[in-house]
């Protein structure tokens, strides 16, 4: 075998976090937050790389909003050198990974790209590595690897993978599907053929590229163009404004994986979850006897099957089930825990309403 | 007939308000807080007798604690001159009505004594003043007027007081009654012979003193004891702190109205409510389409049903009904509306764990 290949984590951190306001705001967005950890989301994506072996240094790929963000919480777990690029806007992740890629190649050499969301939870940071490590072989050769969690529950919120042949301890990838109805997602939990859609992926940046250019040639045109007339603005590279507007948006999985003949999945059972909205942080929390999880100054009377957070003073909550509390300096949540994704309602309002709420966090 | 005689308000402003946590703390309770009004219910309490006739300076008797905070809101409403008893220990309202009682004879004549309580609502004014002119006679006379509500629905949080025989407008109490269960409170209101029993009373200081004589001894002594041996501390009069600990602890209603032979009723239907807790603040406020009721800063979506009070910064509440939230600069409560009552418990807790959120408001 030759060398280890070098591995260049790029890191896809463009995510608004909308429904994990009120702690996540437009300027300080879920990843950025330390919501499950002393370490943010963030924070934790680039810390969890140590120990695995040909790791380059991050790319990070963020909104020009958030590139002092991003830099500044690299500088806090001592990551000096990193390469920012920052978007003028979000296009989704295809365009996001094709500037990584091209940019990855510009340094010579072909290297291998790992593709993580800024905002996923990943217990097993073990079990991550030995995933990433048996995919490594795969996307050497060519394949584009995509990680599919193990299913524990028949989840409704996420796309599933069907895996079809082995293929050296991973698995050629058969389809991709939707989210599923309730029966559907029982289905495929009951078959053992399908894993959840982790939005990971590990490929050569110049298959990529080339995949790109076959099934969306748009978004590698605008990707490029985007790069050429970027400008330097501290900390990092800001892609072209017009050249990324005129970039069509659209996912990894939609723009390559669905197309390609080479995609695997290899499968991941490494405590995965997408922190996607306060119901997961709930999930993902130690619980008390009564289900609750509390963060913070907090006292419950009779409460259950509860997620109470308290950021800035004492939050009490007495004789109430399955509840979404949120205290933040500025703003409280109170949501039924199975309609906090309709916080994206109260956010729409205060943007509407021009309020600085929903930009950032004050000190009233 | 001979002059109006005069009417000294006694406002009794001894309580705690626990249960209205964390709007109300011990150093800062329910009634010197502006929770229904501009102006707080102490402050209303007194407001609310302009344009009664014959009515001299208040007498108010409150907590050592609250001194100060009574004659600061008593100017704030332009009452410069009044009587401000201090209690070193709360010893309910008997012993309070009796030192007043001792207070207003020493300057000489036989004043009336109009007895209010601090924390109680009144929204038709000219209803009470109308019900407090109809028992003035009858308190002149040698009666102790109680004031009786007019019942609109057969609640049980209440004591009721059966009416008998007529008396110049007034009745004659028959009895009083405990906290019914529901049916027998439903019975009460379909008889049309009982009213709430609000804690008001009317009646001649030289009246409550003898009777308080004939059934209360101790209470009498202990009072007289306590105003003797009471030291000149600004705001008032400070009773004496082994005096007024050895005073029996009791109620008017447990140790005079239940026993004397002269206790007339006085309906009053006047919008009367006694602001016990949260759940009370939500029935006498403004309601929205869907039931809500909510002051300062506050978002609902898909909200039914409860109480929203904002003090310090926005509070959004998601796909919930029937709760009490209630944010206040250093705490946030919430709690199922039917069980808002149970803020008890967090505040013992608090008060066990020595943490200021129990004593004052402070400013995280």
Known sequence: MSAAPTIVPVVLSGGSGTR??????????????????????????V?????????AEP?????????????????EIGV??????????????????AVAALVAAESGGDPLLLILPADHVIEDVAAFHRGVTSGVPLASGGHLVTFGVVPDRPHTGYGY????????GAFVVRRFVEKPDAATAADYLAS?????????????????????????????????????DAARVPPGLL???AAFAATPADSIDYAVMEHTERAAVVPLDAGWNDVGAWPALWEIADHDQSGNAIAGDVMLVDT???????????????????????ETADAVLIAARHRAQDVKAIVERLRDAGRPEAERHTDR
């Open 47 to 55: 810390a969890r790389l140590d120990g695995l072996g040909g790791i």
């Open 80 to 97: 000096a050198a990193a390469h920012i690029v920052m978007e003028p806007q979000g296009r989704n992740t295809a365009p996001a990974a």
């Open 161 to 168: 993978i069907q895996r079809g042949a082995d293929l050296d």
């Open 192 to 228: 053992g053929e399908y894993s959840w859609n982790s939005g990971m992926f590990l490929f050569r940046a110049s298959r990529y590229l080339e995949e790109l250019g076959h099934h969306a040639p748009g978004i590698l045109a605008g990707a490029t163009q985007s790069l050429e």
């Open 304 to 326: 259950t099957g509860s997620y109470v957070r308290a950021e800035h003073r004492l939050v009490s909550v007495v004789g109430l089930e399955d509840v979404v509390v949120v």
């Open 59 to 75: 790319l990070v790929v963020c909104n020009e909003d958030h590139g002092e963000l991003a830099a500044s919480q690299l500088a």
């Open 239 to 241: 892609l072209d404004e």
């Open 20 to 45: 994990l306001w009120p702690v996540s705001r437009r300027l300080y967005p879920k990843q950025f937050a330390p919501l499950v950890a002393d370490r943010t989301m963030f924070q934790e994506t």
